[in-house]
């Protein structure tokens, strides 16, 4: 039983199931999400993509159900093959595209199935210790719990996916940085009206390097305009951050959240691994402020399915105000805005710093 109970989820992308139809499911919400990715390929049912590093940048789709039993804030991933899809999550129908023109083309497509003003693109970056499986459920359930009512579209790195690999990681973070560039000129081309980007744990870090790099380029706001750059539990060195920070225009700052939490366990773990560097995630939050940007501290939410470190996900109060924030049309705080983020979590156990 111990050993059941420590042995990794399975992958599942792509796996169906020969009893359980996902057509035959009533009342079941489906996801189409658009993957670009620094991973090779992989021929193990359900991975689809490895941990390996690949020297080009992959583009794929995929479509996650939602199970009609779904309870806000909780990922019902599947404990063993194939999944259920009447009380499990399932990712089916993968794509790989050749080109960018047809990669561009599959998001255009599902752009117009939305009405203008949603015609929005939301950027996911996941963390340390993910395989692209992992990556692709946490993000389904996200869109399903925020309501997000754009396209969403995974940057998906070559993580290891092993709690012991995190060097590995941070190696494969920094390998994908010139990727990000190309990512960035890719949906730049597209029609989308505007992005939202959302990274969390060590895809903060990448996130952070992207963006930095952008503007050293002269390139980053010169595209599709960005409404919210949100950083969720970041597993950043917080002198690496303060250089970060400096690098970008007030004007990206100013879009830019910061959800923490002291009592990240995680962060906890990469500060020892860093020989006791304090990380973005669970640093002070006046601290933090001062830099520019708007501070979320999560601390007193402590209800979270998914821990301490994901509360973005797995509080459902957390998950529902953060969609409120990302479907309206104006940014989270903006002057003369009908809702502001300050507003939209006054009921709550939250301190908010900054814009």
């Excluded at 691994?273 to 708007?294: M, N, Q």
Aim: aromatic share 6%.
């Amino acid at each position: 039983m111990a050993l059941v109970a420590c042995s990794p989820a399975p992958q599942i992308i792509g796996i169906r199931n020969a009893e359980v139809p996902v057509e035959s499911v009533a009342e079941l919400t489906k996801h189409r999400i658009f993957i670009m990715s620094t991973r090779g390929s992989s021929e193990v049912a359900g991975a689809f993509y490895s941990s390996q590093r690949a020297p080009d940048l992959g583009m794929a789709s995929v479509d996650a159900t939602v199970p009609p039993t779904h309870v806000l804030g909780v990922l019902e991933r599947p404990k063993r093959l194939p999944p259920d899809p009447r009380r499990e999550f399932t990712v089916v129908n993968p794509v790989v595209y050749s080109t960018d023109d047809a990669f561009i083309a599959g998001i255009n497509r599902e752009l117009a199935k939305r009405a203008p003003g949603n015609r929005k693109l939301l950027i996911f970056v996941h963390g340390f210790n993910n395989t692209a499986s992992d990556a692709v459920l946490r993000l389904s359930q996200f869109v399903e719990d925020t309501g997000f009512q754009g396209v969403p579209v995974l940057f998906t790195w070559a993580s290891a996916a092993k709690g012991t690999r995190y060097v590995y990681d941070l190696n494969s973070a920094l390998i994908a940085r010139p990727q990000v560039r190309t990512m960035a000129a890719t949906l730049n081309r597209t029609n989308a009206e505007r992005i939202d980007v959302f990274a969390h744990s060590m895809g903060t870090f990448l996130t952070m390097e992207g963006l930095v790099s952008q503007q050293v380029a002269g390139r980053l706001g010169t595209g599709i305009p960005i409404d919210h750059i949100v950083l969720a539990a970041p597993d950043i060195d917080i002198d690496l951050f303060r250089t970060q920070i400096t690098a970008l225009h007030p004007s990206i700052k100013k879009r830019m959240f910061l959800l923490i939490s002291k009592d990240d366990a995680a962060l906890r773990l990469s500060r020892r691994i860093a020989g006791g560097v304090p990380r973005v995630g669970a640093a002070d939050a006046l601290l933090l402020e001062k830099l520019g940007v708007t501070v979320i501290d999560l601390s007193q939410i402590d209800d979270s399915n998914s821990g301490s470190h994901s509360k973005f996900a797995g509080s459902p109060e957390v998950v529902q105000l953060i969609g409120a924030g990302l479907n309206s049309n104006r940014r989270f705080g903006k002057t003369g805005s009908s809702t502001t983020f300050q507003e939209l979590l006054a009921n709550t156990p939250i301190m908010i710093l900054g814009n």
